[in-house]
C-alpha cells in the first residue's frame, strides 16, 4: 500500500480505537443499580395544556389531573412535579395548578433528579423553554429511566424532542392524540420493565 493512502488510514484507525465504546444496556443498568424506588410525573400545565384533544370534549390539563387521580389511587408514594413558568412538587392530583405559562421542563428535571428516580415519566404537549438546558440536565440525569407522553399529534417538533430526551435517559417515547383517556397511557408506562 502506497504511503499516501496508508498515512490517513492509519490515522482514522488510531482514532477508532481511542474511542470509547458505548455500551447502552450497561448505561442503562448502571442508571437502575443507583436508583431509589421513587417514580415521578412531571406534568407540563403552560399555557397550551387549556387546549381541548381528542373527541372526549376534554382539555389537556383535564385529562391530565384524570390520569394522575388514577396513577395516585394505584400508587400513593409516587410524586408529581409540575412546570409552567416555574417548577414546583405538588401533593396530589388536586394540586396540579391551573395552566399558564410557558414550558420550564429543565427546572423539573432538576427537582426529579434529586429525588433519584428509578422511573420519570414527562408528560408534555410542546417544547421546553430550552431543549439545550433540558437535554444537558437529562443528560446528567444519573438514575432510572426517562420516559415521555406527548400530548398531540406525531411530528409536531415538541414530539421529536421528548423521543429524543426518552432515548438519552433509556425509556420510551409515547404519543397520545387523545383519542381515548390518558390514563391507561401513563398507567401502562409505570408499569413498564425498564429497556437493557
Not at 16 to 22: D, K, S
Not at 53 to 76: F, H, N, T
Request: net charge negative; hydrophobic share 40%.
Amino acid at each position: 500500500m502506497s504511503s499516501e493512502v496508508a498515512a490517513p488510514l492509519l490515522s482514522v484507525i488510531r482514532k477508532l480505537q481511542q474511542a470509547p465504546v458505548v455500551d447502552r444496556a450497561g448505561k442503562v443498568k448502571r442508571r437502575f443499580d443507583r436508583a431509589t424506588e421513587v417514580r415521578v410525573v412531571l406534568c407540563d400545565v403552560s399555557d397550551s395544556m387549556m387546549d381541548e384533544i381528542g373527541s372526549l370534549g376534554l382539555r389537556k390539563y383535564e385529562q391530565l389531573r384524570i390520569a394522575l387521580e388514577d396513577a395516585v389511587r394505584a400508587d400513593p408514594m409516587l410524586r408529581i412535579i409540575v412546570f409552567g413558568t416555574t417548577a414546583k412538587q405538588v401533593g396530589c392530583a388536586a394540586e396540579v395548578p391551573q395552566p399558564g405559562g410557558s414550558t420550564n421542563l429543565h427546572a423539573a428535571l432538576q427537582i426529579a433528579a434529586e429525588m433519584k428516580p428509578r422511573r420519570t415519566i414527562i408528560i408534555s404537549d410542546g417544547m421546553p423553554n430550552s431543549q439545550h438546558l433540558a437535554t444537558e440536565v437529562a443528560e446528567d440525569f444519573l438514575t432510572g429511566s426517562i420516559d415521555t407522553i406527548y400530548c398531540g399529534p406525531e411530528g409536531h417538533p415538541g414530539c421529536d424532542y421528548l423521543h429524543s430526551l426518552a432515548r438519552l435517559g433509556g425509556g420510551r417515547g409515547v404519543v397520545w392524540e387523545g383519542r381515548e383517556s390518558l390514563a391507561p397511557v401513563l398507567h401502562q408506562l409505570l408499569l413498564a420493565p425498564p429497556i437493557y
